[in-house]
């Protein structure tokens, strides 16, 4: 099966521990995302990456890191330094980022919660 | 500053009817507009995308438009169902031709059967 996976499905964190998030796809995706999602509100871009050991922050970076080391892997570790973690956080590819076609496969989701 | 706006009520129709939903913008010229639609928990999955110079597009039950002028576009789902019901996102490709999208909050479809 192809697809985007996300693990874990929901993730519990202490106030001032760090995180990751893994994020793994099969469909040989040049480019990756992840985009965090808040209740009533649109998904918002944390880090994209459009190759192998590249990656670019988006909108809100603060306080989150990645690393891209492999195609297939885009995993996201969410510091103590992001003050308000708790959301669902969503991982996607697409064949490549600069594109005129552009379309977005998304995994099923992280919901991150900070006890 | 740029936005994109989507109905934040929920849209609540009968089965067997025509669901409108809305997507407005402000200070992008977008290449294209994609659709997609998200159930309750999970990610995001693409239904239709639409360029610049064109002005509909369909798929099964689906049509977009997209009017440049109006800055707008509107999504359509005829014959409506209950399964229908989840929340519809469009995205618009950022400006400084990066072609990474740019979402709206989405607005929540229900078909009532």
């Known amino acids: 099966d192809g697809g985007i996976t996300q693990s874990p499905k929901y993730l519990f964190r202490k106030e001032g521990q760090n995180v990751t998030l893994s994020c793994e796809q099969n469909?040989?995706?040049?480019?990756m995302y992840w985009y965090r999602q808040d209740p009533g509100q649109g998904l918002r871009l944390i880090y994209y990456?459009?190759?192998?050991?590249?990656?670019q922050k988006g909108d809100i970076a603060e306080g989150y890191s990645v690393s891209r080391e492999k195609k297939e892997s885009f995993p996201l570790t969410v510091t103590s330094a992001q003050k308000n973690p708790t959301a669902f956080y969503l991982c996607?590819?697409?064949?490549?980022?600069?594109?005129?076609?552009?379309?977005?496969?998304f995994g099923p989701g992280t919901r991150l919660t900070v006890l | 500053s740029q936005k994109i706006e989507q109905n934040s009520e929920a849209l609540n129709i009968q089965e067997g009817k025509t669901a409108t939903l809305t997507c407005n913008y402000t200070?992008?010229?977008?290449?294209?507009l994609q659709w997609y639609r998200q159930d309750p928990g999970r990610g995001p999955v693409f239904l239709l995308l639409?360029?610049?110079?064109?002005k509909e597009k369909r798929k099964e039950r689906l049509k977009v438009t997209f009017d440049t002028t109006l800055k707008q576009s509107l999504f359509h789902i005829t014959a409506s169902q209950p399964a229908d019901s989840a929340t519809y996102l469009c995205?618009?490709?950022?400006?400084?031709?990066?072609?990474?999208?740019?979402f709206g909050r989405g607005t929540s479809l229900i078909v009532h059967p």
């Open positions: 996607a590819s697409s064949p490549q980022a600069v594109s005129s076609h552009n379309e977005q496969f």
């Open positions: 469909l040989n995706h040049d480019a």
């Open positions: 990456s459009q190759i192998v050991n590249d990656f």
């Open positions: 200070n992008y010229s977008p290449a294209y």
């Open positions: 639409i360029r610049e110079n064109e």
């Open positions: 995205a618009l490709d950022a400006t400084g031709g990066s072609y990474i999208p740019t």
